[in-house]
């Protein structure tokens, strides 16, 4: 069971690192990243049988704060929809749990995102610059306006 650990372990890490790649792709596979991670690290905890993390003073005003969401959307004009929103939010709770443990379990995990964003940001340079001179980025997708680069981003201009 040691082996499987390490393999979540690792596999919790390498997603983390896959974070910036996963932002430029779409809020889709960020979104679905980040579940994987939450789920893998509940799993991981009960693997461990360690829950004391989420005794956290952090993480308790987190789920205060969530409840008030909560209890907002119950209150609010349109039930059902801000319900499903707010119900959606604990995954960032659980999330920075995620990225705290592993962060004390990885100790090259800062050095690895670190990276990982740099790598982002020069691509998304180089490709805007590519754009801004040739009117198409690296795969051969213009922008919908002539007054601005998308890069990656197609015809959300982030």
């Known amino acids: 069971m040691s082996k499987f650990l390490k393999f979540t372990e690792s596999l919790l890490s390498f997603c983390i690192v896959l974070i910036p790649f996963t932002l ?19 799993a991981y905890c009960f693997l461990k049988k360690d829950f004391k ?4 003073v952090y993480f308790k005003y987190f789920l205060f704060f969530y409840f008030i969401c909560i209890l907002g959307s119950s209150l609010s004009e349109y039930k059902y929809d801000s319900l499903i929103r707010s119900l959606a939010y604990i995954r960032f709770g659980v999330f920075t749990l995620a990225f705290w443990v592993i962060l004390s379990i990885d100790k ?4 690895k995102l670190f990276f990982s964003i740099l790598f982002c940001f ?18 051969g997708y213009s922008s919908l306006y002539d007054y601005r680069i998308s890069s990656f981003f197609g015809d959300e201009l982030i």
């Open 122 to 139: 020069v691509i998304l340079i180089l490709d805007g610059t590519f754009q801004y001179f040739f009117g198409k980025n690296i795969f």
């Open 53 to 56: 993390i989420f005794k956290n």
């Open 24 to 42: 430029i792709s779409g809020s889709l596979i960020s979104d679905l990243t980040i579940v994987l991670i939450n789920i893998f690290f509940i």
């Open 108 to 111: 090259n995990l800062l050095k």
